[in-house]
């Protein structure tokens, strides 16, 4: 699926936040957002994923703009694992990713057995099948990410949209996590604040900083010492390992 923003732009309290940001992935594209804290990667997603509505400028999912369609059609397109995740009831993490069929399901309709496979399916992906009766509320965060991924995995969308997906993972989990992302062969955008995770598994990478778009490519494109200087203010040293994998070093 491919997924277009136009022009985006969102006002808060007389403050700019995004100033007319126009992005565009490929399909079964990992597009990755990055740029110092403040810079409005999460205000661009929300604006994507629909917590947010842009004060102008539009949002297209295969050229259909998003608020053409009601909610629970673009559910059945995007999945979202965002940063935050809170719930005021006591749910077990095989229920919460339940909640990922609910843009399949009637009004009233029953999970059934399929709903069921899917979700232990799920569960199983980000090696959590030996929590799903734990609380929700009693696991890590780490944990509660990799739940939330399964949420969004039992939700069967070609585009999945991750808000700083590796926040509260241990290097062992983050790496699983991104793998796992990289071969889902769907459309993927992904905030992303660890530059060497971002040039290990993005195909091309949009920087904002101040709410402004201030490169796009590849990461050998985007990811130099000079773009890290300019946006962030530190020395970098790019390099490549025996594998030809590349590696940012901070000086």
Same mark, same amino acid.
């Given at each position: ?32 957002i ?30 259909? #703009?998003?608020?053409?369609? +009601? ?5 059945k ?8 995740n809170?719930? +005021? ?5 095989? #229920?919460?990713?339940?909640?990922g ?5 009637k ?5 059934n057995?399929?709903?069921y ?7 199983k ?10 609380s929700f ?28 997906p ?13 793998k796992?992302?990289? +071969? ?27 709410g ?18 300019r ?21």
């Amino acid at each position: 699926m491919k997924i277009t923003t136009e022009n985006i732009r969102v006002n808060f309290q007389a403050k700019e936040i995004l100033k007319g940001i126009s992005i565009e992935t490929r399909d079964k594209e990992l597009v990755g957002i990055i740029g110092p804290n403040g810079s409005g990667k999460s205000t661009l997603l929300k604006c994507i994923y629909r917590v947010l509505k842009a004060d102008s400028g539009a949002v297209y999912l295969d050229g259909e #703009e998003l608020y053409a369609m +009601n909610a629970k059609s673009s559910a059945k397109k995007m999945a979202v694992v965002a940063q935050h995740n809170y719930y +005021n009831f006591d749910f077990s993490a095989r #229920e919460v990713v339940l909640m990922g069929r609910a843009p399949h399901k009637k009004t009233l309709e029953r999970d059934n057995a399929d709903d069921y496979r899917i979700v232990e399916e799920a569960l199983k992906t980000v090696q959590m099948d030996k929590f799903a009766d734990r609380s929700f509320s009693t696991l890590s965060g780490g944990e509660q990410q990799r739940v939330i991924l399964a949420r969004a995995l039992a939700q069967q969308t070609p585009a999945l949209i991750l808000d700083e997906p590796t926040n509260h993972l241990d290097i062992t989990h983050q790496i699983m996590l991104m793998k796992l992302v990289k +071969n889902l062969d769907v459309t993927v955008i992904s905030a992303i604040h660890d530059l060497n995770i971002a040039a290990a598994y993005c195909d091309r990478i949009y920087v904002l900083k101040d709410g402004v778009l201030e490169g796009e490519g590849t990461p050998g494109e985007v990811l130099t010492p000079e773009l890290i200087r300019r946006i962030y203010k530190v020395e970098s040293e790019v390099v490549y390992d025996s594998q030809g994998k590349m590696h940012i070093l901070f000086l």
